[in-house]
């Protein structure tokens, strides 16, 4: 497709690609004016959408796995409802990613906490048996 033929005020040639069959891109067009304007138009009225809506106002704490499932949801149900912004959802959605992982983390070591702790603990009975059998 040919490069649109329309030059801007400093000189400078658009660098859109003209639409087919015409000299001039979709924006420069005489014939697409009033189609362009309707576009902007929508463009302007999508941006005031709910994809505006404002961040969700409590305090999300989050402790456990099931913490992180609870944030998830209730993201989810805001977004299909309209009052929460997909992008803001998608940062909710990452962050809740890496907290699950840092709860599981936490999760994790204290388990293996417990069972050195109760291995130790073992280990010395046994030589504490051993010490009493001699």
């Known amino acids: 497709m040919p490069q649109c033929e329309f030059h801007k005020q400093d000189g400078q040639r658009c660098r859109a690609k003209a639409m087919r069959g015409q000299p001039y891109c979709f924006s420069h067009n005489p014939a697409t004016k009033r189609a362009k304007k309707k ?65 599981e983390t936490a999760e994790l070591d204290q388990r293996v906490q417990k069972l050195e702790d109760r291995f130790v603990t073992i280990h010395q009975q046994v030589e504490e048996q051993r010490e009493f059998a001699k």
């Open 39 to 103: 576009a902007v138009a929508k463009g302007g009225r999508n941006r005031r959408t709910p994809s505006r809506a404002s961040p969700p106002q409590d305090e999300a704490s989050i402790t456990s796995i099931q913490d992180v499932r609870d944030l998830l949801f209730r993201t989810l149900a805001e977004v299909r409802n309209g009052k929460l912004d997909a992008v803001l959802a998608r940062t909710i959605g990452y962050i809740a990613g890496v907290a699950a992982k840092v709860t």
